[in-house]
């Protein structure tokens, strides 16, 4: 289960099971320093194109996402998105997943919502054709992605979604970090 994590030293383990537990506690603060020190710790012993390396990226992510750090995020995806499809390919599950978060990103920073569906409609037909319609990623995809999977804006409702869709959606975008901007951020240069 633990996979690679094995090959970690022994204090390395519960540290990154509490970096799980703070973001899950949304104590972002107090984990962000821990997932980079997890994404630093897997670069030292597994390398930059590793897929744990490459997971612990997008858990960074992620986080940099959730604390608002839009910018940030943004370029730690792409760079982690680039080194993904050329190491893994772009219908490997974990690449899949980046890209639905990157979606997520370009939505949330509501700069080109066209875009954001783009990505995600791609994303989910390349898990279907990858993975199939029933593996646990497409359908977490799929569940968790109806504005992307929404027709264009028609008619009453928008996005061609239900009203309970649209009330969900309204409710994420009132939602939606600010964008914070920083001149650099070392662990995303570094990939």
């Known amino acids: 289960m633990l996979g690679a994590f094995a090959q970690l030293p022994g204090e390395v383990v ?3 099971c ?3 537990a703070l973001l899950h506690q949304t104590d972002l603060a107090r984990a962000e320093p ?8 897997k670069r030292a012993m ?10 612990a990226a997008n858990n960074l ?3 940099l996402y959730a604390k608002g750090n839009l910018l940030a995020a943004e370029r730690l995806y792409t760079s982690v998105l680039r080194i993904s499809a050329e190491t893994l390919g772009d219908e490997h599950q974990h690449c899949l997943i980046l890209r639905f978060n990157y979606a997520m990103l370009v ?3 509501g700069e080109d919502s066209a875009e954001a569906r783009r990505l995600g409609r791609e994303t ?35 996005d061609g979604c239900s009203g309970r869709t649209q009330r969900s959606i309204r409710q994420r975008e009132s939602q939606q970090p600010t964008v914070e901007t920083k001149e650099s951020d070392p662990s995303v240069d570094e990939l």
Do not use: F, I
Not at 125 to 138: C, E, F, V
């Open 107 to 109: 939505h949330a920073k």
């Open 46 to 55: 597994l390398g930059n194109r590793h897929q744990d390396t490459l997971a």
């Open 124 to 158: 989910v037909s390349g898990a279907r054709h990858a993975l199939g319609a029933g593996h646990p990623t497409t359908r977490a995809l799929v569940r968790h992605s109806p504005w992307m999977l929404a027709q264009e804006p028609t008619g009453d409702h928008q």
């Open 18 to 20: 509490t970096t799980l």
């Open 14 to 16: 519960p540290k990154l």
């Open 61 to 63: 992510a992620c986080l």
């Open 34 to 41: 821990l997932y980079r020190d997890a994404l630093q710790t």
